[in-house]
């Protein structure tokens, strides 16, 4: 058995809201990533799927639960050996890269940041060199080092944000919708870049997105979450062919396809957990074959397997 | 303009006046839309879709300069009707006569186009008010109305709310009761549901179709997402750089299409059934208008290009009475080259399951 490197367990993240009330913007969400492999999150706006990436990252401080990464517990107060570690070997894109990227800094000195924190680099040109690498490795020339942001397209404002997020080798990379703001076809340069980076180098990547097709392409394993809940989960073939989840059915449903004839019959399944008497509270995360796992009570469960 | 036509866009050409130069942003766009039909404009960003309806609305920036064209409505008013250039009409008249009372706009963000400072019901009521003469309780009862419309329930308590109280998908249907508050006949929406879920934007879009049965209305869908094309288009026009380059009927586009772009643009869109290690893309970025291109706008990014499409601009070469598509592989003179394999595949896949519902 492969020794995962980003374990999550039972992550709750609440925000205050005002005195006495709190927003449980997730609900003790467990799952893990291997060396190397992609995990695709996805779920609708407000579902949770941003702030586990910025619990698990710790741009916030979990409220309960287990983080585990790279051998290291890093959900409870970090000391600063634990922090550097964490900084250096996992990195975010974000996902609109024009208020991502520090507009009064050359994109050369925005990939370096990292190298001069971590003390990568012995000098000036082998910092130089570093970055001009990374660079021809996102597809972009290395003159372009001198350039400041706006003087990029979208999609290569992109690639300048996955360069500085690569340039530490980092172990994981945590992608925050970072194909949505993109036009359609800039949005498959970037997804074939990020893979073919995951070759050269084995990142795993935590994959956010709302796009179905798009996390179908690229990821290997996928979780979906609603409402701060992860209700379903399971390797790509699983999750695609035989969803179990009613919430999992109704987003499978809408995801539009560019055949009008089919398209055009079809309407999509509406799903209310109210109106079907769920509650994900009671439910617990059963295994199915596999690594599918489905968030259900007993009961829910003999109701949608059928068995 | 022909007896069904209630819109036609004839050579379209609009530049701006910008620090760095003159962007010409559209450079002869044609478009017919009949009535009650729906017409998709797809295209990337700069390509110049949003700027043909700004066209349209008036709501053109000030540094625009609408170089030649004509914009004719069928304007029907007072049980009369008479064919208008709305190119040629005073902003003022366009304001009070043809904007939202016949020609109507969604536009993407709903967070952006609602007022937060007032709430919803007042803000369907408000044109109404201004233009519709109508009372104030016929007014709230027209909004109540359209409420139900639109598919918010409990519109009587509802009508109190701030934008801020509803969620995204409910805003977005706000702003279809406020489109549809004047009784348009032609409805602009503006990558109406880019802002939503998927699970929504299924919904808004379902609402709009159903809605545009009931009302007979003639809608004009502007967006870069061809599965919204194919779930609500009768039309398609794809453009790109300024210019239409392939138009046709939506099962001529997407199950014969001829131009490498609309090729490039359904080869790069991964469907459930993709499974390739690599996905399509067209290779660099649209072209920057600043320079005005020479040639075909595409051929630098287009792997078909032939030495040709670099001296001059292709026209629009007829496929069948509805079908055009501008590129010179259509030429009788052009060599014979065929789509890429994977998107053959792709299309012969899609034509197979669309069989079962044709016959």
């Keep these: 058995m492969r020794e995962p490197l980003l374990k999550v367990e039972n992550l709750k993240q609440y925000f205050p809201v005002s005195r006495g009330r709190v927003f449980k913007a997730v609900n003790g969400v467990s799952f893990e990533i291997y060396p190397g492999e992609t995990y695709g999150l996805v779920g609708e706006s407000g579902s949770g799927k941003t702030t586990i990436g910025r619990s698990v990252i710790r741009l916030y401080t979990p409220t309960e639960g287990s983080v585990h990464f790279n051998g290291q517990e890093i959900a409870g107060p970090l000391d600063h050996a634990a922090r550097t570690m964490l900084r250096a070997n996992m990195q975010m894109i974000f996902q609109d890269p024009m208020s991502s990227l520090n507009p009064r800094k050359r994109v050369g000195d925005i990939i370096g940041e990292g190298l001069d924190i971590h003390h990568r680099a012995s000098d000036r040109a082998q910092r130089a060199e570093m970055v001009a690498e990374m660079l021809e490795k996102v597809g972009l020339s290395s003159a372009h080092a001198e350039r400041y942001p706006h003087q990029f397209s979208g999609g290569q404002r992109q690639r300048v944000g996955i360069a500085r997020a690569l340039i530490l080798n980092p172990k994981l990379v945590i992608a925050d919708e970072c194909i949505s703001a993109l036009d359609v076809s800039i949005q498959a340069q970037v997804v074939n870049l990020m893979k073919d980076i995951q070759a050269q180098t084995h990142c795993a990547y935590l994959f956010i997105a709302h796009d179905l097709s798009m996390v179908k392409y690229i990821s290997d394993r996928i979780g979906v979450l609603h409402r701060g809940y992860l209700v379903e989960t399971g390797t790509t073939e699983e999750i695609f062919d035989h969803p179990v989840h009613p919430y999992t059915k109704s987003l499978l449903s809408a995801v539009p396809c560019p055949n009008p004839e089919v398209e055009k019959r079809r309407t999509s399944v509406s799903y209310d957990p109210r109106e079907e008497g769920i509650d994900y509270a009671l439910g617990t995360l059963h295994a199915l074959e596999g690594q599918h796992a489905v968030l259900a009570t007993e009961e829910e469960l003999r109701r949608w397997t059928g068995a | 303009m022909n007896e069904k036509a209630i819109l036609e866009l004839k050579d379209l050409d609009v530049s701006f006046r910008t620090n760095a130069g003159v962007i010409h942003a559209i450079r002869g766009v044609n478009l017919d839309l009949q009535k009650g039909e729906t017409v998709a404009i797809v295209g990337e960003s700069g390509s110049g879709k949003s700027v043909t309806m700004k066209a349209v609305t008036g709501l053109l920036d000030e540094n625009a300069t609408v170089n030649r064209g004509q914009i004719h409505y069928r304007l029907a008013e007072n049980g009369k009707e008479e064919i208008v250039d709305l190119l040629k009409l005073p902003k003022k008249e366009l304001r009070r006569r043809i904007n939202g009372r016949h020609i109507a706009m969604v536009f993407q963000d ?245 069989a079962k519902y044709l016959a």
């Excluded at chain 2, 934008?163 to 249907?173: A, K, N, T």
């Excluded at chain 2, 503006?190 to 699970?199: I, K, M, R």
């Excluded at chain 2, 502007?222 to 453009?239: E, R």
């Design chain 2, 110 to 354: 709903p967070m952006t186009s609602l007022d937060p400072t007032m709430p919803v019901g007042k803000q369907i009521m408000e044109s109404m008010l201004l233009y519709g003469g109508r009372s104030r309780e016929e007014a709230k009862a027209r909004a109540l109305e359209l409420m139900n419309l639109v598919g918010i329930s409990d519109a009587e308590h509802r009508m109190k709310y701030y934008p801020h109280q509803f969620s995204g998908g409910m805003r977005q249907r706000v702003v279809i009761a406020i489109a549809l508050s004047g009784d348009p006949d032609i409805l602009i929406c503006d990558e109406p549901t880019t802002a939503l879920d998927v699970t929504i934007q299924a919904k808004i879009l379902e609402l709009i179709k159903d809605i545009q049965k009931r009302m007979g209305l003639s809608v004009i869908y502007i967006t870069h997402d061809l599965g919204v094309v194919a779930k609500v288009a009768d039309y398609v026009n794809v453009m790109y750089a300024g210019k239409i380059v392939e138009v046709g009927n939506v099962n001529e586009i997407f199950y014969d299409p001829r131009h490498p772009y609309t090729w490039g643009l359904l080869t790069a869109m991964p469907d459930m059934d993709t499974d390739d290690d690599r996905l399509y893309s067209i290779p660099g970025s649209p072209p920057n208008l600043l320079h005005e291109p020479k040639g075909d706008a595409f051929a630098p990014r287009n792997a078909f290009a032939l030495a040709i499409d670099e001296k001059a601009e292709p026209p629009l070469f007829k496929i069948s009475d509805t079908h055009y598509a501008a590129t010179w592989l259509l030429h009788p003179d052009a060599p014979k080259i065929e789509m890429p394999p994977e998107l053959q595949a792709r299309l012969e896949r899609e034509r197979k399951e669309a």
